[in-house]
């Protein structure tokens, strides 16, 4: 899993705003003598019905889902849609290749990523239940190959499976990057003390257990070693006995590297400039942080499972009380393995996955029976999948998921060629023109168009940002200021 800040991607590049018009059971309500759509209009209004991040005041928004996966370099895509607490829909969309001919089914198997620690904590809850682990127990108790390194933060408090699960246990170590074909991969022990051929840090704490929610993938690994060390089985075996069989999730699995028997039937892995990762697919020992390999529809089973279990309705792996401890806060926006957020018909569950070369996303809500999971093999399909949810939103009435909506200011289009050049922005950021419009085009990523907002101010409708261009006293332009809708702020100098 690259490093990024996963909250962060699921709140802001994924789940942005609030859709109206949902009635009291969440469906879509219509008018009077308005007849419901069909299942196949549903999906067409979904395919055609792509959402950006911003949209333009009186302007038509709606693209269509072929045309964003060629716009991202995306060649494949999976959706499973819930509604009323089963699954209405599922459908693939391209190849598990670019320039292949296998398409991409319902079956295809898909990288989960971090979508990977929910379905593990699940696991781990269930040995919770069994009295084989505790959650508010010292987790060196019963770790037996390695332990968490005792300093003075573990004397004052300890790492437990509660805070090692809602990434409050001061552990190190945010995310992986996996192992490409023909590097030598860790045993466990080795990627949790750093050493060769592990190319993660050690995982150590060095934040108070309990003082504050860090994510941390590195922490995920302790859970997995615990559970593997406690059971007596590989983590794929016990998962597989605890979760995926019990579930029904059949084509899914924790086996790092794939087996040959399941090769055939996963996609491969694909840089932002739409070229095959190379060796295809990493391998991640750290399969419960990043191993998992899936598909929608066994996602929004295992979602199902969870809306069913709190609900007292389906406790296939967990009781309705442990289910309600996953699904409850503990620390930040988090929960036991999972991210939770919203309140009453809103109550919702969510995570985001990006290793290399796959990005997904899984939201559904805990009290509606509503939901979906995209995954995509492309590493520009985090953005892709969040058009996607809004367009699923939108059809199916969700609270959540409206753009947000911005006037565009009218500028004389010749100041756009003072803006044309590259800046130094972590990494080359090249801005252009062409036919009058601005483009903007980060590193490793797609062009977008600018809009503006001022004679200075602009913003691209894929993502919430605004991009602000820099003058000296003569007015020559300098340099440019991304700012992000979480608050961040990046600077970068005009180099060309």
Same mark, same amino acid.
């Given at each position: 899993?690259?490093?990024?800040?996963?909250?962060?991607?699921?709140?802001?590049?994924?789940?942005?705003?609030?859709?109206?018009?949902?009635?009291?059971?969440?469906?879509?309500?219509?008018?009077?003598?308005?007849?419901?759509?069909?299942?196949?209009?549903?999906?067409?209004?979904?395919?055609?019905?792509?959402?950006?991040?911003?949209?333009?005041?009186?302007?038509?928004?709606?693209?269509?889902?072929?045309?964003?996966?060629?716009?991202?370099?995306?060649?494949?895509?999976?959706?499973?849609?819930?509604?009323?607490?089963?699954?209405?829909?599922?459908?693939?969309?391209?190849?598990?290749?670019?320039?292949?001919?296998?398409?991409?089914?319902?079956?295809?198997?898909?990288?989960?990523?971090?979508?990977?620690?929910?379905?593990?904590?699940?696991?781990?809850?269930?040995?919770?239940?069994?009295?084989?682990?505790?959650?508010?127990?010292?987790?060196?108790?019963?770790?037996?190959?390695?332990?968490?390194?005792?300093?003075?933060?573990?004397?004052?408090?300890?790492?437990?499976?509660?805070?090692?699960?809602?990434?409050?246990?001061?552990?190190?170590?945010?995310?992986?990057?996996?192992?490409?074909?023909?590097?030598?991969?860790?045993?466990?022990?080795?990627?949790?003390?750093?050493?060769?051929?592990?190319?993660?840090?050690?995982?150590?704490?060095?934040?108070?257990?309990?003082?504050?929610?860090?994510?941390?993938?590195?922490?995920?690994?302790?859970?997995?070693?615990?559970?593997?060390?406690?059971?007596?089985?590989?983590?794929?075996?016990?998962?597989?006995?605890?979760?995926?069989?019990?579930?029904?999730?059949?084509?899914?699995?924790?086996?790092?590297?794939?087996?040959?028997?399941?090769?055939?039937?996963?996609?491969?892995?694909?840089?932002?400039?739409?070229?095959?990762?190379?060796?295809?697919?990493?391998?991640?020992?750290?399969?419960?942080?990043?191993?998992?390999?899936? /598909?929608?529809?066994?996602? =929004? #089973?295992?979602?199902? %499972? !969870?809306?069913?279990?709190? @609900? $007292?309705?389906?406790?296939?792996?967990?009781?309705?009380?442990?289910?309600?401890?996953?699904?409850?806060?503990?620390?930040?926006?988090?929960?036991?393995?999972?991210?939770?957020?919203?309140?009453?018909?809103?109550?919702?569950?969510?995570?985001?996955?990006?290793?290399?070369?796959?990005?997904?996303?899984?939201?559904?809500?805990?009290?509606?029976?509503?939901?979906?999971?995209?995954?995509?093999?492309?590493?520009?399909?985090?953005?892709?999948?969040?058009?996607?949810?809004?367009?699923?939103?939108?059809?199916?009435?969700?609270?959540?998921?409206?753009? /947000?909506?911005?006037?565009? =200011? #009218?500028?004389?289009? %010749? !100041?756009?060629?003072?803006? @044309? $050049?590259?800046?130094?922005?972590?990494?080359?950021?090249?801005?252009?023109?062409?036919?009058?419009?601005?483009?903007?085009?980060?590193?490793?990523?797609?062009?977008?168009?600018?809009?503006?907002?001022?004679?200075?101010?602009?913003?691209?409708?894929?993502?919430?940002?605004?991009?602000?261009?820099?003058?000296?006293?003569?007015?020559?332009?300098?340099?440019?200021?991304?700012?992000?809708?979480?608050?961040?702020?990046?600077?970068?100098?005009?180099?060309?």
């Amino acid at each position: 899993m690259k490093k990024l800040n996963l909250r962060l991607v699921v709140l802001l590049a994924l789940f942005v705003g609030a859709l109206t018009g949902q009635s009291p059971t969440g469906s879509q309500s219509f008018a009077a003598g308005q007849s419901k759509p069909s299942l196949a209009d549903r999906i067409a209004h979904v395919e055609s019905g792509l959402l950006p991040a911003i949209t333009i005041k009186d302007q038509a928004s709606s693209m269509t889902l072929a045309d964003r996966m060629k716009h991202y370099k995306v060649p494949g895509v999976s959706i499973a849609v819930i509604n009323d607490g089963k699954i209405e829909w599922a459908k693939g969309y391209g190849v598990t290749e670019v320039g292949g001919s296998t398409p991409v089914t319902t079956e295809t198997m898909f990288q989960a990523a971090s979508i990977s620690k929910p379905v593990a904590a699940m696991g781990m809850l269930a040995l919770v239940e069994k009295g084989q682990l505790s959650l508010d127990e010292d987790v060196n108790v019963k770790l037996k190959s390695w332990k968490v390194p005792d300093n003075d933060l573990t004397k004052e408090q300890k790492v437990t499976l509660r805070r090692l699960a809602s990434h409050s246990a001061g552990l190190t170590v945010h995310g992986f990057r996996g192992y490409a074909e023909g590097e030598d991969v860790p045993t466990t022990v080795q990627i949790l003390d750093g050493q060769k051929p592990a190319n993660s840090a050690p995982v150590r704490v060095d934040l108070l257990p309990g003082s504050r929610w860090r994510y941390s993938g590195g922490g995920i690994t302790v859970m997995q070693l615990l559970m593997t060390e406690t059971a007596g089985k590989p983590f794929p075996v016990l998962m597989r006995q605890l979760v995926l069989d019990k579930i029904g999730m059949k084509n899914s699995t924790y086996e790092q590297p794939l087996p040959a028997d399941k090769i055939a039937n996963a996609a491969f892995g694909h840089r932002s400039s739409g070229e095959i990762l190379k060796g295809k697919r990493h391998t991640y020992p750290e399969m419960a942080a990043a191993g998992l390999w899936t /598909t929608p529809t066994d996602l =929004a #089973k295992f979602a199902i %499972e !969870i809306q069913q279990s709190k @609900a $007292g309705k389906s406790n296939k792996v967990l009781s309705q009380a442990m289910t309600v401890q996953m699904l409850t806060k503990q620390s930040g926006d988090y929960g036991l393995g999972i991210g939770v957020g919203g309140d009453g018909s809103s109550a919702n569950f969510s995570h985001g996955g990006s290793n290399e070369g796959f990005k997904c996303n899984l939201f559904a809500y805990s009290e509606t029976g509503q939901g979906a999971v995209v995954m995509t093999n492309g590493d520009m399909g985090g953005q892709l999948a969040s058009e996607i949810f809004r367009s699923i939103a939108r059809e199916y009435g969700w609270p959540d998921f409206k753009p /947000t909506e911005r006037v565009i =200011a #009218k500028v004389n289009s %010749e !100041i756009y060629k003072a803006y @044309a $050049g590259e800046y130094d922005i972590n990494g080359k950021v090249i801005v252009s023109t062409e036919g009058g419009k601005l483009f903007f085009q980060p590193p490793g990523g797609g062009k977008d168009e600018l809009f503006p907002t001022s004679e200075t101010e602009f913003f691209p409708t894929t993502q919430n940002i605004r991009i602000v261009f820099k003058k000296d006293g003569q007015g020559t332009i300098t340099g440019l200021a991304a700012h992000f809708g979480d608050g961040r702020v990046l600077e970068g100098k005009k180099i060309n």
